[in-house]
């Protein structure tokens, strides 16, 4: 049985996706009503490599890159086919977020995170300073605690998949799917020995040491206890993090995990769509997605139009560029809540995005959550402002008064930060999220 280590690291993360070149030209084909894949396959010697089930949405693969293009304009004057595009890949990086913060906060957080006092959060033991953070008493949801902790809703979220042994999730977590290698949704799959054994037993010296406090590292560095990036994937991390901020706003929530990045942060379009329908798919209320493109894809919409149609409130990251944007993909749809990260005091962050992408912000910075291997971890990015909001959303939506879920409700409730924040009035959305307020106007 794994220890229970509860270290405090920071961790500055950033999601971002690029384009990568691809031995084969593999597209995305999305069949009209009752057309057949197999005559496309026939005309342009491809061949089919998956199917979404339920759908007519087809992986397919040309064995001749160099075709691709003439292929794919082909297909898309095909009569049968409603829509053709290439499946890019998409590497998610893990760099550092440039974090500035006032002398007195930084003490008030290493005065929070000193030690490694323990508390009972339903039923489980986890580390104090991540169920009684600061961040929670910014969106007020400590003082709904009474009215609702999520219990009978269900949240998923596509990421790199989630420690599913961490104490603080294990009781909430469902298995989840797999959509990189078929097995398990565990971030902790396809790890060497070495990198388990790190988990297990580096932490152990620098749990002595005020170690949290480290901003523009890598979790690799911090678990390396070097800047040798070489031995943890910089990626790692991210899923069990997401899950956590989940958790921690709203408790007894069931979480899904689908693990649609690998171990290294790579994944692909069809696996984003995948992951979309996958959550249709588990029933799920609410679905977040901290991760942003500048690549529009009129098939990942799609999926996002029919999960919202199925009653899925969506939650997406606008991205850590520190710039205004209005082509940042998912949370650029209009089905989809872009969330943008402010800091402990409603300003907004030097990092995070925004503009026309925002509907409305949560703390990004300082928020603490789960990391690998039972651990905890300090992070900043809008990756984790977008779970907060997902969070927010699914007690709104729990027993007793359950209904369909939505992000409305929690946007129209949302406490104006304009007078933080001059200059940007009309680019952060609604404002920060406030809890109390939306359970006040539900009431």
Request: net charge negative; aromatic share 6%; proline share 4%.
């Amino acid at each position: 049985m794994r220890r229970f280590l509860a270290s405090v690291c920071g961790i500055a993360m950033l999601l971002a996706v690029s384009r990568a070149e691809t031995e084969y030209s593999d597209m995305i084909v999305t069949m009209r009503p009752g057309q057949s894949i197999r005559s496309i396959n026939e005309e342009n010697g491809t061949q089919t490599l998956r199917q979404i089930p339920n759908t007519s949405i087809y992986l397919i693969r040309l064995n001749e890159k160099d075709e691709g293009d003439r292929v794919l304009r082909k297909i898309r004057r095909n009569a049968e086919v409603e829509s053709a595009e290439n499946n890019s890949v998409i590497a998610l990086t893990s760099t550092d977020v440039p974090v500035s913060a006032s002398a007195d906060l930084g003490h008030a957080m290493a005065d929070l995170l000193e030690g490694r006092a323990l508390t009972t959060f339903y039923g489980v033991s986890v580390l104090q300073a991540y169920a009684e953070q600061p961040a929670l008493d910014v969106i007020r949801v400590r003082e709904v605690r009474s009215l609702s902790t999520g219990a009978g809703t269900r949240v998923a979220f596509i990421d790199t998949g989630v420690d599913l042994l961490h104490p603080a999730l294990q009781p909430w977590l469902e298995p989840g799917l797999d959509l990189v290698n078929g097995s398990s949704a565990s971030e902790l799959d396809g790890l060497g020995h070495g990198m388990s054994d790190l988990l297990d037993h580096s932490m152990t010296d620098l749990l002595d040491d005020r170690f949290f406090f480290i901003l523009n590292s890598s979790l690799s560095s911090l678990l390396n206890g070097s800047s040798d990036n070489s031995t943890i994937p910089p990626a790692f991390g991210h899923g069990t993090m997401v899950a956590g901020l989940i958790h921690v706003v709203a408790p007894q929530a069931t979480i899904i995990p689908i693990k649609a990045f690998d171990v290294y942060g790579q994944t692909t379009l069809f696996r984003l769509i995948e992951g979309v329908y996958a959550a249709i798919e588990s029933n799920a209320d609410v679905l977040n997605m901290s991760f942003s493109t500048t690549m529009n894809s009129n098939t990942l919409q799609r999926s996002l139009d029919k999960a919202q149609a199925a009653g899925i409130a969506l939650v997406a990251a606008v991205g850590n560029d520190g710039q205004d944007v209005r082509d940042r993909y998912p949370a650029a749809y209009a089905t989809v809540l872009g969330v943008a990260a402010t800091d402990l005091d409603d300003r907004l962050t030097s990092f995070s995005n925004y503009g026309r992408n925002v509907s409305v912000t949560a703390p990004g910075a300082f928020v603490v959550s789960t990391a690998p291997g039972g651990k905890y971890a300090i992070a900043w990015g809008t990756s984790f402002s977008a779970p907060i909001v997902a969070g927010g959303i699914a007690i709104l939506s729990s027993e007793p008064n359950r209904g369909q879920a939505n992000g409305s409700l929690i946007v129209t409730t949302a406490d104006s930060i304009d007078a933080m924040n001059p200059g940007l009035e009309t680019k952060l959305g609604k404002g920060r999220i406030n809890l109390r307020q939306a359970f006040r106007v539900k009431e």
